[in-house]
């Protein structure tokens, strides 16, 4: 196997240490770190994604995966930075206002992350303008509203009325959570909605247009 | 408080005199030992539903406990907010529940029904907006007794919105005295049963789930939880003496049933639930220890393992409350229900009729069958018990655990401990070897991929220190300090 | 047809090569005797859930009725309109409920389940609305069943549209023709069971519910409504035949529970509707004498009857369809369950889940407990089937007809009658004194109010001819001769 | 007792041919078919219509009382007529287009008619311009749409929506029917709903400002 096939193999199986010193001979081997990005950690993550989706694995194989790949980035980061390489797309996501369930939000931005999303997580209980502000500050393509209460929801039609009213349709609205429907999605106008967080990837990717 | 003074056949007092004020401030921080040291339910055959050797009789003479299920009926509002602008649509929800449900239930002669109001956030964080409701909920079972002599009592939930601050707060500020001045007016108001979801420890037990860390897990619940429900169920049951009200219990709704939902979304390995949902009981007895009397919460799935210890009448919930999640415990719950609940549905119409009052005539013809089978004698009630446990408990592990011999078991693992701590790991222990003892006797079905999960909880059970002292301090390094605040618990 | 020519253990048949216009026109004004002339199961204590004489074994292997009472799932769409416009999101609709619902039941290891799909009236009007659903059902069915071995039927049930045109035209018309190419359709594309709610006669009989006329009752019933159905079942079995599928079963749901409903608003008596029920199963009993083999429609609670009649499995609905109707039989409709249904439900949101599937794991819990006690035996059996009959017999005259001992009389007094009117007659007969004599021993409790339609009724029964010609000619003069065309049901 | 208490007790008690003599008699007696309308039949049906509403007789034993009121009626409606007396308020009823269920509809038809509404019944699968040009055509004050299938709601709100658009807020909108709520009666802006039959007529005379 080349390094970066056991570079995949070590993200995917959630060994941090075999994969930061793994990233560092294939950067010893002189090869460049978007290489080793595109070509070893998202792929892996992106399998480790796809068993998780067909519950093949569960959430703590998920994140050890996951943590396996943030030590890895570690190494890559600043290279990546200096070369003026960041990540395609941005992704706003937070709990909506009156709520402060997280787990699935959490879930849904630890995804994206291992899909290569640059995730701007506000946390819960967010409010309207909260929202609109990260939007345009991190010039994000995606934004992703999640509530759990049945009280709450409302609140999840003022926060899309508020992103449209600031920034039109120029970012894709995912919605989700337990009280969510699809009906419910498109009758407030969100571009997208994922029933669960396995789902929640490829749907992100297919708004952007990353699928 | 010596359990064994309690009387059989708790009465809900007159009136008291005692004010939350006077409770003296106590160091939680230290290890606290269990108060109950033994079983009052030690045979696994007098684990029943219908029955508990200290049945609750209130106001209006329904005997929890007492040789009967009854119903206890839930319900929340549509899909809406809760504001100053909304509570006249939000008070006509209320009204036409309750006169709906209960007019059902009077023509179905329910011999008696518990009503829970578990309020949403708004209605704790202004406590009017929960009291209008509590009296309209009074008001309407009233005017039922009165024209069909539905007798009832009123459960009441605020929600414990502590939480809303990041880290939370526990013990003092707004959230915590806008709570307690619910608590206070709705005990005042005629709310009979108070009971509550409390999350002390929840804030590190979400991530403790998801990465199933049973250190983790036995910390938010065992240490933090155990401390919080300690400072706060002194604080209701003196709320509740004070007003001739009793506090009822409480749920690791957060944790336990968290996990069961997670694993039900093959998020997490039911195995890694079910050994949570043991561990849970020890939280959740802290109520009893200080003077919860039951029904203990209908969410609570480790009640029938409080049932075994306290001898507290206790309401459960299974396949009635499809409306409010779905679970692998439909049948095996009603084994040991005191009141049979629906846990929760929205005020929408169905085809049948408004939500509610469907859910109140599945719950009155559910206590039907059960009454039935009581009414017959102990043997009946058994085979039908028989018939609950069996047809659940080899298909799911967290069913397994509610096996009335695992409960037996579970909860002499907790009463045999010293301390919350080590009770915690003791029930965890227990439940672990329960399930493996069951699978390998071909009694319980594991699907493959969680059969390794069996093993890396027993190693991580085995890193976990003896003392509890040790394992505070082991944990506190691992939590993330930026979560909790532990001088909130005392520590 | 002589039905002791029926093998026991029906099984669907491969294909088969009649045409429904091979039927030959026959003349159904004269009277028809009764083809059932003795019952299949003579005595109370074998009429069970779960078990009938001749069970239905369907393609995948489900033993209708042959010791296991399976789920049987009904749903229907939230509140819209269906249209050409609309078809996309009706159908999306269906695939979610299919999914999401089959997934649960995957999870719950249900033994195997019947789906139903009644189809609201455009899905009739328009065969291709309705074959697009059935399509999609069936596909996932089918993936379920290679995904994780879920077994399963489709009841096809298209809506009787022939009412639309007042007063209705029963045997020719657009109405009828765009239900034989749906049921066609239906049963081409993999459709199983085929069922219906039909509704001939209906067009006299609410108003007879409404005065309270036995006389226009059994006109309704066992004179038009009887001619109706043995002109529809005799096609619609040779469609069956035709495709391999089976003629199911039909109810008398716009009869028997129209009249359950206005008795539970107070609007008649509910003496009266336990009469009309007794009624209702000489109507019902058609299809089985045209050639349906079951399982007998949900909403049919004349099926106890009917099965005792004809051996046949009959589906059944109770609490578990509080969603869609409430009822006065919530357990004791469980005692003769072969498949236990939810009747329907719209596919909304409930907290714990989209209503359908919230429906799935109420029934599953529900069979998984009829289960166990089948599973251990008769005795056990017929122990659960004492607690769900008792749970509901004294309360109410609807349910006290439907005891073993009354369903034994009932079945008993039809098939010992000449032909159809007099069955109609015998039953109410026989209902109505079933009712006095339980209300004077004390086992059945009849508000005062009704007491007195005890002996209107019987002196309704009075004045009835002997003779069928005597009936129809006394009755026509009494029938709004606008609302009806005597022409189509033969007359 | 008077002529007119024995009239108002046989029509109450459902005695036709009894109520028809006792009207012959107080026309006998000079008295004025208005008087009898207002003093003897419409108090009649009003306790027979609250015995119902309180659920202490049937709908059979209301529908007798009805007809023995029609039959009293026979007797007074030509010299009424004649007179150039009218009922005061006129009230349209029917099915909504697309659904057949009628007998809730009838129920509050005969409701409406003891409460001394002149009542046009027009059936069932009622399209939305039939309703409009029913109220037109007869001056309605009040029009009720029913329905019980969940599939024809929207045509009630179709058909509201014609009425608005047709005489705008000069008619009064009841709804009703199994499906229907309150909160739904509110979101299409009818006037009013009622839960059942018993309490169709309270509501309807509330609307109209005959209570
Ligand atoms: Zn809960
Ligand atoms: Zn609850
Ligand atoms: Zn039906």
Tied chains: 1, 4.
Aim: glycine share 8%; net charge negative; aromatic share 6%.
């Amino acid at each position: 196997m080349t390094t970066l096939e056991l570079l995949s193999e070590a993200v995917a199986s959630g060994k941090s240490k075999d994969a930061k010193a793994l990233v560092q001979r294939a950067l010893d081997e002189g090869t460049a770190p978007v290489e080793i990005v595109d070509r070893a950690l998202v792929p892996a993550m992106a399998s480790v994604g796809e068993q998780f989706k067909n519950n093949l694995i569960f959430v703590p194989e998920m994140l050890i995966a996951a943590r396996a790949m943030k030590e890895a980035m570690s190494l890559l980061e600043p290279k990546l930075l200096a070369a003026g390489i960041t990540p395609k797309y941005t992704a706003v996501i937070g709990t909506v206002q009156g709520d402060l369930h997280d787990i699935g939000k959490n879930l849904v931005a630890i995804m994206w992350k291992g899909a290569n999303f640059r995730v701007i997580d506000l946390g819960t209980n967010v409010s309207p303008a909260k929202f609109v502000a990260a939007v345009v500050e991190h010039k994000a393509q995606l934004v992703g509203l999640s509530a759990l209460l049945t009280t709450t929801m409302p609140a999840i039609v003022e926060t899309v009325k508020a992103i449209r009213g600031g920034v039109g349709q120029a970012v894709k609205i995912m919605v989700g959570g337990a009280p969510v429907t699809q009906q419910f999605a498109d009758e407030i106008g969100a571009d997208g909605y994922a029933p669960d967080a396995g789902s929640a990837v490829d749907r992100a990717q297919a708004l952007v247009g990353a699928a | 408080m010596n359990t064994s003074a309690i009387p059989a056949g708790e009465t809900i007092p007159g009136d008291g005199s005692a004010s939350v004020q006077s409770v003296a401030k106590a160091n939680f921080g230290v290890s606290v030992p269990l108060k109950f040291r033994e079983l009052a339910i030690p045979r696994a055959d007098d684990l029943l539903f219908g029955t508990a050797p200290r049945p609750l009789v209130t106001r209006h003479g329904l005997r929890i406990g007492g040789g009967m299920v009854y119903p206890e009926l839930n319900f929340t509002l549509p899909t809406m907010d809760v504001s100053a602008a909304t509570m006249p649509l939000v008070a006509r929800h209320y009204r036409e529940i309750i006169s709906d449900a209960l007019r059902r239930a009077g023509e179905l002669e329910v011999p008696g029904v518990v009503i829970e109001f578990e309020t949403v956030p708004p209605m704790t964080a202004t406590p009017a907006f929960g009291l209008e409701i509590v009296n309209i909920l009074l008001e309407g079972m009233e005017a039922a007794r009165q024209s069909h002599g539905l007798r009832s009592a009123l459960r009441m939930t605020p929600n414990d919105n502590r939480e809303f601050a990041r880290p939370p707060v526990m013990r003092s500020g707004e959230y915590w005295e806008r709570m307690v001045e619910l608590f206070e007016g709705s005990a005042e108001a005629g709310a009979e049963l108070l009971s509550i979801e409390s999350v002390g420890g929840k804030e590190l037990h979400d991530e403790a789930l998801m990465n199933c860390d049973l250190g983790q897990v036995i910390f938010s619940q065992c240490v933090l939880g155990v401390r919080d429900m300690a400072f706060l169920w002194e604080r209701l049951c003196v709320i509740a003496r004070a007003h001739g009200a009793v506090g009822a219990g409480d749920t690791a709704c957060g944790f336990g049933n968290t996990a069961m939902v997670l694993a039900e979304q093959k998020m997490i390995p039911r195995v890694f639930a079910a050994v949570v949902r043991a561990i849970s009981a020890v939280r959740t007895l802290v109520c009893y220890e200080h003077g919860a009397v039951g029904p203990g919460k209908d969410c609570g799935y480790e009640n029938p393992i409080l049932k075994a210890i306290t001898g507290r009448p206790m309401a459960m919930e299974g396949k009635t409350a499809a409306c409010a999640h779905l679970s692998p415990l439909g049948n095996i719950a009603a084994a040991y229900a005191d009141t049979w609940s629906n846990e929760s549905v929205q005020n929408i119409k169905l085809l049948g009729g408004m939500a509610p009052t469907c859910y109140l005539e599945q719950l009155a013809y559910d206590c039907r069958l059960m009454n039935r089978a009581l009414g017959e004698g102990r043997e009946s009630a058994l085979t039908l018990r028989r018939w609950l446990v069996d047809s659940d408990a080899g298909l799911d592990p967290q069913a397994w655990i509610l096996t009335p011999e695992s409960v037996i078991a579970i909860a002499t693992a907790i009463v045999d401990a010293p301390d919350h701590y080590r009770a915690g790991l003791a029930a965890a222990r227990c439940a672990l070897r329960r399930l493996k003892e069951a699978h390998a006797g071909g009694r319980l079905k594991i699907v493959p991929r969680e059969l390794g999960f069996l093993d890396s909880m027993e190693r991580q059970l085995d890193e976990l220190p003896d003392a509890e002292g040790d394992f505070i301090e082991q944990q506190m390094a691992l939590a993330d300090p930026a979560k909790y605040l532990p001088e909130e618990y005392g520590l």
